[in-house]
Nanobody, 122 residues
């Protein structure tokens, strides 16, 4: 069993900050990478930030230096998304997707969390 859980969402005023966490746990052999997505009313699902097993990262165009993805250590089981200078259009549900090989298995598959709500409003 593999579980991916996001946390850290909430209500914040425009210009504020939040730090989201994504934790992968369970019967895991390797976490190859993690990706943060968001589902917003205006733009549907879009990629926010991604980090590979080697620690490389990239961001969606709309991030423009406001967000930063990081990891707790090289096993990639805990990944953070620091979001600064939040705007109302950042409101949405933020999901974490982890690319994982389960213990004793050969195939990789994506596991998704349930999402965490981010609301930016005054």
């Amino acid at each position: 069993q593999v579980e991916v859980v996001e946390s850290g969402g909430g209500l914040v005023q425009p210009g504020g900050s939040l730090r989201l966490s994504c934790v992968a746990s369970g019967s895991i052999s390797r976490v190859h990478g993690m990706v943060w997505y968001r589902q917003t009313p205006g733009n549907g699902r879009e990629m926010v930030a991604a980090i590979t097993g080697g620690g490389a990262f990239n961001y969606g165009d709309f991030v423009k230096g406001r967000f930063a993805i990081s990891r707790q250590d090289a096993d990639n089981r805990v990944v953070y998304l620091q979001m600064n200078n939040l705007k109302p259009e950042d409101t949405g549900v933020y999901y974490c997707s982890a690319d994982i090989t389960g213990r004793g298995l050969r195939e990789r598959r994506n596991y998704w969390g349930q999402g965490t709500q981010v609301t930016v409003s005054s």
